[in-house]
């Protein structure tokens, strides 16, 4: 992020503009909706900005900007039609003490305009810091069509009634108030008689919510997939919406967390296959004591929490507290990374069974029925495989698996990251050295576009 976005308070401040086109008069339209003092230097203010002067509604100055025009003022907007006079003015209104926005000129401006929607006091600004205006007009109309034209309106009822409010505990309680407020009870109230009717079911509602008995916390058990959020399920996001704590394991991508509610508070559990990690007993200790507090807990988990993840531990530590859980499933690194190299885990006439393993488990390297997979046509997703592969290839191997077998590794599955491996067997231990983050051995699969390139050869050889 370059530009950090903030909300400026206008009220009685004043504002210059130097110019008198158009550029001016699209920026004077926003600066109206504000309660700023407004002052416009130019010696060819055109028609319309001349009505707004004649108006009162901003003063014109007829001639041009000069060296203390900007004195105490917090903003300036440059659009004289002139690059040269423009860089002049720009330089004297920051020498003001002004932040300068050039009309079109990003590289030479302090700051940006944003895109705005606007349902004062709800206000939302969009930004591309310059790199795509069009994608910014794209989401303002999108965002436009979702906010309620009522909002404003709304939010400013709520406002008064914020403090009455509070008297219904912080958190959980206090945001089904809301919630209930602005998705069912305003609209309805205020399509049926307007603010006076807002204000008559506001009371109603909060003894309502004052009187019901506060709902015991829970824990969602939930799956955050490999990294890419759009392949998060829908009752993931909607927990990553809901929750007051998540706990998360160190390999939930941080686009994920980025989703959670802004006022939950995230507790990196720190569990790695290998390396310094949280013990399991302090993790489920946290869930427990989060969820006797009242809070809704997510306990999210990379990949899908019932591969690989500790679950039936976690989940006897809340039984055991008498705490209410729920599974989310979520989509597991095997099936990421087997879509990544344009396979399937499980073909006709090849294998009609698949078998996910662990590269090592509490003991060390994990044994396996290596017998089983060593014979042709076998395929296993092998997760936390990175330091076996030599344990993993010499004990495939001493079992009769042919060195040619070819193995995929996908390396952060389904991240911008992503990098594939075709390989064999025989070099497994070679490439498995260059992975550095998590990566899934897919044993028995060939990248696509690699199998078909060893058919192309075959072909060519025969
Ligand atoms: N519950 C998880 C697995 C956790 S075990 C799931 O269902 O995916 C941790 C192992 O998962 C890592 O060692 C790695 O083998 C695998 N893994 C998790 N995320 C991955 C990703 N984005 N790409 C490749 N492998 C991943």
């Not at 003092?37 to 203010?45: D, R």
């Not at 206090?174 to 209930?180: D, K, L, P, V």
């Not at 989509?331 to 069974?353: E, F």
């Not at 070099?427 to 028995?444: C, D, H, I, K, Q």
């Amino acid at each position: 992020m370059q530009y950090f976005p903030i909300f400026v308070n206008l009220v009685g401040k004043s504002v210059v503009l130097a110019g008198g086109g158009e550029p001016v008069l699209a920026k004077l339209r926003l600066l109206l909706k504000t309660e700023a003092e407004i002052t416009v230097f130019t010696p060819s203010a055109s028609a319309a900005i001349a009505a707004l002067a004649a108006e009162g509604r901003i003063t014109l100055i007829p001639r041009d900007f000069v060296a203390g025009d900007a004195k105490g003022a917090r903003l300036a907007y440059v659009a004289t039609g002139d690059e040269t006079a423009d860089a002049r003015v720009a330089a004297l209104a920051q020498a003001d003490g002004a932040l300068v926005n050039i009309v079109d000129n990003l590289k030479d401006s302090d700051f940006i305009t944003p895109a705005i929607v606007d349902r004062a006091p709800v206000v939302v600004a969009i930004g591309t810091e310059g790199a795509a205006p069009v994608l910014a007009r794209a989401i303002k109309a999108k965002v436009e069509e979702d906010l309620s034209p009522l909002l404003g309106q709304l939010a400013l009822l709520a406002k008064d009634f914020r403090a009455v409010a509070d008297q219904l505990p912080q958190g959980r309680a206090r945001r089904a108030f809301w919630a209930e407020y602005f998705e069912i009870t305003g609209p309805r109230a205020f399509a049926a008689g307007g603010a006076e009717a807002v204000l008559e079911v506001l009371d109603d509602l909060l003894n309502r919510h004052l009187a019901a008995t506060p709902a015991p916390g829970r824990v969602d058990l939930v799956g955050a997939g490999p990294g890419d959020p759009e392949l998060l399920t829908l009752k993931a996001r909607a927990a990553l919406d809901r929750a007051d704590v998540v706990i998360h394991d160190r390999l939930v991508a941080p686009a994920i967390l980025e989703l959670a509610r802004r006022e939950a508070v995230l507790i990196d559990a720190g569990k790695e296959g290998f390396g310094p990690s949280i013990p399991q007993s302090d993790i489920n200790a946290q869930m427990v004591r989060h969820a006797l507090a009242g809070n809704h807990v997510l306990r999210l988990k990379a990949g899908d929490p019932v591969v690989f993840a500790r679950l039936d531990e976690e989940i006897e530590a809340l039984d055991a507290a008498g705490i209410d859980w729920a599974i989310v499933p979520g989509i597991t690194a095997a099936s990421a990374a087997v879509a990544a190299i344009g396979q399937s885990l499980t073909r006709r006439g090849r294998n009609g069974s698949v078998r996910f393993l662990t590269g090592h488990d509490v003991a060390g390297f994990a044994d396996q029925d290596w017998r089983g997979l060593a014979r042709t046509g076998e395929v296993a997703a092998i997760y936390m495989g990175k330091r076996a592969a030599r344990f993993l290839q010499g004990r495939l191997m001493m079992h009769g698996a042919v060195p040619d077998t070819p193995v995929s590794l996908v390396e952060n599955a389904s991240r911008p990251d992503q990098r594939i491996i075709g390989t064999t067997l025989r070099a497994l231990p070679e490439a498995t050295a260059t992975l550095e983050g998590p990566a899934v051995l897919l044993y028995g699969l060939a990248p696509r576009a690699a199998s078909a390139a060893l058919e192309d050869l075959k072909e060519a050889l025969s």
